[in-house]
């Protein structure tokens, strides 16, 4: 059988999840053969990386200018889209117009309008479109939407879900590109995107209205100055300032970050490493989300980016008892070490409480790897031969819509400080 072919755009850290596993694993079945990129020095390490690891050759390398002549010269099946948020669209839509299908890392896309523009471009072109929700399936939380789907609290009326990003990993967000909500959405859709899909999973539904406040409390310069703070830097690299303060980033010494950012900020100036108490951030820090979904239920959701933990808690209370699933996570930040440690679970816990019965711990399977365990299992599903799915974990482009429409109608809340409806955001 003549194995599927592949391009990736977007060769920064999270790429490494998708080429590595093609050229490792799934290199019987599939061949990866074109990167493109703004930045050369970027996708350079990759290959590089792929020679050494692997002993992979063959991709050719593009500018972000000649996506078109990679997909005209490489005749790709697949369209890996890996860039940064405000550009999907554009990559998912051009692929899809010229024949591919497309998997692309979440968020789908970053407002209602690109959303729109993506939807138009599926029902135009026929072609299919992925959106890669690894939190699905981790075990933990593939084994909430079985509990559910299978009765066992009854009809979901409540949900309660509070999400932690610690002092490292939230604050990377307000470190580079994320921290600007023109490319990112804010972490309402850049990474909420996450926990909102994970909600119409488990729920099998979809979200109906949105109410949300929000606000940036902790970073960004003026909060700092405002709790007395007073040395402040641009950036760590080559900063006084900078040494001794737990939120620097160090990217010195990291094989890594050396590679992907530091020796390739020549080119572009992509800064891997500014304060996060410096200004120009857009982006909120602590965000709470009211939401009603169309089967009735509703949910609180809170989500904050200086917490001294790292982790979620969700409770659903349905008609015939309750669930509660905690979890705590290894901390991570983005190309600073190994991919399997990225949300990796340290532990979780899943607590059903019958209405008039005694608690009783669900057990979990463990499972290695970044996401809960999700990671290796979401790299099967998209690129091996899986068995059927009973849960149906494998997200599609409404999916992707649906996940970033909570996200993008919270933000809209926030600025208007009026509730929002889904259905006047996009049409499906
Ligand atoms: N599912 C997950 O768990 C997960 C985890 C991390 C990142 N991600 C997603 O992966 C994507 C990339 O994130 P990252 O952390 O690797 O960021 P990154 O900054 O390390 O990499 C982004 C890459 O996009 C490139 N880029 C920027 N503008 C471009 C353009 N116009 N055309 C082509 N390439 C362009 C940059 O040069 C860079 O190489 C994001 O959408 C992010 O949400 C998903």
Sequence with gaps: MAKKRYVQVGVGGRARFFYEALAEKYADTSVLTGFCDLNRTRMEYAVKNLKEKFGYEGITLYGAEEFEKMIEEQKPDYVIVTSIDRTHHKYIIKAMEMGCDVISEKPMTMNDEKCQAILDAVKRTGRNLRVSFNYRYAPYNSKVRELIMNNVIGDVKQVHFEWMLNTVHGADYFRRWHRDKRNSGGLLVHKATHHFDLVNFWLGTK???????????????????????????????????????????????????????????????YLRDQSVFGDGISIEDVMNV??????????????????????????????????????????????????????????????????????????????????GGGDPILLEDIFGNPPADPLKRAASHEDGALSILTGVAANKAIATGLPVKIKDLVTF
């Excluded at 509703?298 to 904050?304: F, V, W």
């Excluded at 008609?319 to 699933?325: D, H, M, P, V, W």
Aim: glycine fraction near 12%; charge should be negative.
């Design 207 to 269: 979200p109906k209205e949105v109410f949300s406040f929000g606000d940036l409390m902790f970073y960004g310069r003026e909060n700092a100055e405002n709790r007395g703070i007073t040395k402040f830097y641009y950036r760590t690299h080559g900063s006084e300032n900078a040494k001794g303060d737990p939120f620097a980033f160090d990217m010195e010494g990291s094989q890594s970050l050396e590679g992907l950012y530091l020796n390739a900020e020549k080119e572009d100036g």
């Design 290 to 371: 009211l939401v009603k979904y169309e089967s009735g239920a509703i949910m609180s959701y809170s989500l904050n980016a200086f917490s001294p933990v790292e982790g979620f808690r969700v409770a659903f209370t349905g008609t015939t008892g309750r669930l509660e699933l905690t979890v705590s996570e290894r901390v991570y930040v983005n190309a600073g070490g190994s991919k399997d440690i990225e949300g990796a679970a340290k532990k979780s816990l899943i607590t059903v409480t019958p209405m008039f019965g005694e608690p009783y711990v669900v057990e979990t399977e463990k499972a290695e790897g970044g996401h």
